[in-house]
């Protein structure tokens, strides 16, 4: 079964600097990846997504993630980090090889940035 | 907005009571997949139709159903509920079945009491 982890429950940030936002998993064969995003009350907002290619993606709102096969990771980043980032961040993965397979979440990631 | 429109936004009701949550899906989606967001068990994939079938099923209970009609809205039927279901019930939804990013409604409020 296909698994999500994201290993620290709150990252701290200062305004400006870099931020990275972790996420391993575990699935079998190809994965689908993705991060989302959810402000408060809000439903989650899609960021970008690996299917296939380039290991670096670029996505929404200038955040970018790099697939890592052999560490299986797929760590969320921005190179200047701005107070409307907070948010809770999650990861995401599927078989992409198996359709009737389920999507599975990570725990999410809390994201302060502080000014 | 993401397109993607649920209602109600807020229910409440007692145990044991039967409701139905409703999706409408973004135009021209053909999937809905249905969520349930808890504070212990954080987000937790249920259900996934595809054009009117079953596609996908995660960690839904006997107690929880759902469909998707031809005109690709979706319906969330939760039964003899329990004080534990009380969460909030996202709806997404994606263009395909394949590798598609999802768009998720605002959510329904369930609180049992």
């Known amino acids: 079964a296909q698994s999500v982890a994201q290993p620290e429950d709150q990252v701290n940030v200062a305004e400006g600097n870099p931020l990275t936002v972790k996420c391993t998993y575990s699935v079998s064969g190809n994965p689908y990846l993705f991060w989302y995003v959810q402000y408060p009350n809000r439903g989650l907002q899609f960021l970008l997504k690996y299917i296939t290619g380039d290991n670096l993606v670029k996505g929404s709102y200038g955040f970018e993630a790099e697939f890592n096969k052999s560490q299986t990771s797929f760590h969320l980043k921005k190179p200047s980090a701005l107070v409307s980032d907070s948010a809770l961040y999650f990861c995401a993965v599927r078989p992409g090889d198996n359709y009737g397979q389920n999507f599975v979440f990570g725990p999410g990631t809390r994201l302060s940035v502080l000014p | 907005d993401s397109g993607v429109t649920q209602t109600p936004k807020h229910l409440i009701t007692a145990t044991g009571q039967r409701v139905t949550l409703r999706c409408s899906p973004r135009?021209?989606?053909?999937?809905v997949y249905w969520y349930q967001q808890s504070l212990d068990q954080g987000l937790q994939f249920l259900i996934q139709y595809y054009n009117g079938e079953e596609r996908a099923k995660g960690n839904i209970l006997e107690r929880f159903s759902a469909q998707q009609f031809p005109d690709l809205h979706s319906e969330l039927n939760l039964s003899s509920l329990e004080l534990g279901d009380s969460a909030l019930y996202f709806c997404?939804?994606?263009?395909?079945?394949?590798?598609?990013?999802?768009?998720f409604g605002p959510g329904t409020r369930l609180t049992v009491t």
């Open positions: 135009s021209g989606d053909l999937s």
């Open positions: 997404a939804s994606s263009a395909s079945d394949r590798g598609d990013e999802q768009y």
